[in-house]
């Protein structure tokens, strides 16, 4: 029989994410965003990077989905914390989902970790992309500082479809989208002017 007080127990630390900010953007000086917000765009991010290698790509969003969840028990170390302090995600992670009916989502974490499959290398590309899309807003707002990061962060992708992908990000305005949409007089009407 399931034991749902264990199940509602893991819901509510996986709201906790909503209340866990990104770490990294104190450094930045502008932007900010929490573990929730990002784990959702990167699992986007993943689907689409699955369809893209033509590997399991329902497997690789919840992969993304659930990579920094045991940051909801953690904290979100950055990458200057990370050299002063260290966590046990795996055991976290096991920990969350003990008794749950869930565990199956613990191999899935350890894949991801272990980076020892194409959909775990392209989950880590979906986790470095998302963070380049929030730098080039951020480098598009005029953070000077982003560029150097857009960098780095470049220099971790793995595969050849997050490489082509980030070449695209880096080459596209952040705003472009809202203005491409054909009907313009949307944005160009006043308020309360007939069409």
Known sequence: MQDY??????????????????????????????VAEHS???????????????VDAYKLAIMCLIHDFPEARCGDFNYV???????????????????????ELLNLFIEFEEVNS??????????QLDLMLNLKEQLDLGNKYAK????????????KEGKLLAKHILNTDSQEWWFTIKDKSWWEQKSNEPK
Not at 6 to 31: A, C
Not at 81 to 103: M, P
Request: proline content about 1%; overall charge positive.
């Open 5 to 34: 007080s264990k199940l509602v127990h893991f819901l509510f630390e996986v709201g906790m994410l909503r209340k866990t900010p990104r770490s990294g953007y104190q450094f930045l000086g502008t932007g900010q965003e929490n």
């Open 118 to 127: 194409k959909e775990s290398l392209l989950a880590q590309d979906a986790d």
């Open 148 to 159: 150097t990061w857009l960098e780095c962060a470049q220099k971790r992708l793995r595969t």
């Open 81 to 103: 914390n990370k050299i002063y302090n260290q966590a046990d995600h795996v055991q976290a992670f096991k920990d969350s989902v003990a008794q749950t009916g869930l565990e």
């Open 40 to 54: 959702f765009r990167t699992a986007i991010i993943g689907f689409v990077l699955g369809k893209l290698a033509q």
